[in-house]
């Protein structure tokens, strides 16, 4: 079946922009991650939800940042005023359920460039 | 907060060899550990995950080891081919939740 899909694929904005970022999840998978990958680190966990709620928003790294889920499938990440240092690839992964045992399965990612 | 280390970060062999990857954690107190492979412009795909009470996983010409009193892992890729070229991560899953926490990488060329 279909894998995660992220669109758009790239997007680049101007500096104190709003972005949207959205995530299709297979088909299913009852949770959802975000996490941010920037250039030559490793992804950073965000945000995951269990269903339409968030039960970890630890990573989110503040309050320009913002998630939703609001039919249990498709997630939108909301990024307010973009600063330069937000531009990463963001990427998504989703889970059947939400045990550590789960496997994740990733989205190609989103490449957000903030100029 | 966890702090994965992974090394080198990079490394290239000619096709054929056998290589080792190696990853470190600071908190032995995980659930688990996957190794990801990420190609350029695409999403990470899971390689081999092993429980905290394992050892080792196989798949393939692939092998993960774990020793998680010391907080090292270590990927084993035998014969390496040069479609095996791709950054590999390792990421260490929390006991207490469901974060994933990653390591830079190591970013694989395998020369034909």
């Known amino acids: 079946g279909a894998g995660v899909s992220q669109t758009p694929s790239n997007k680049v904005t101007e500096k104190g922009k709003y972005v949207e970022l959205r995530c299709d999840p297979i088909?299913?998978?009852?949770?959802l991650y975000w996490y941010r990958q920037s250039l030559g680190q490793g992804p950073e966990f965000l945000i995951y939800f269990q269903g339409t709620g968030a039960a970890d928003d630890s990573g989110l790294p503040n309050d320009r940042f913002f998630a939703v889920r609001p039919e249990g499938s498709v997630s939108t990440l909301k990024i307010q005023r973009t600063e330069r240092g937000d531009s990463a690839v963001y990427l998504c992964?989703?889970?059947?359920?939400?045990?550590?045992?789960?496997?994740?399965?990733f989205g190609p990612g989103t490449r957000l460039t903030v100029l | 907060k966890q702090e994965v280390t992974q090394i080198p970060a990079a490394l290239s062999v000619p096709e054929g060899e056998n290589l080792v990857l190696n990853c470190s954690f600071t908190?032995?107190?995980?659930?688990?550990l996957q190794w990801f492979r990420q190609d350029p412009g695409k999403g990470l795909t899971s390689l081999l995950l092993i429980q905290s009470s394992q050892r080792e996983q196989t798949s393939g010409r692939l092998n993960a080891s774990l020793d998680k009193s010391s907080g090292r892992s270590t990927l084993y890729i035998a014969a390496s081919q040069p479609g095996d070229s791709a950054t590999y991560l390792c990421a260490v899953s929390s006991n207490t939740g469901n974060q994933f926490y990653f390591g830079t990488g190591t970013s694989l060329t395998v020369i034909p």
């Open positions: 088909s299913g998978h009852t949770a």
């Open positions: 992964a989703s889970s059947l359920w939400s045990t550590p045992t789960d496997t994740q399965y």
């Open positions: 908190d032995s107190a995980i659930y688990n």
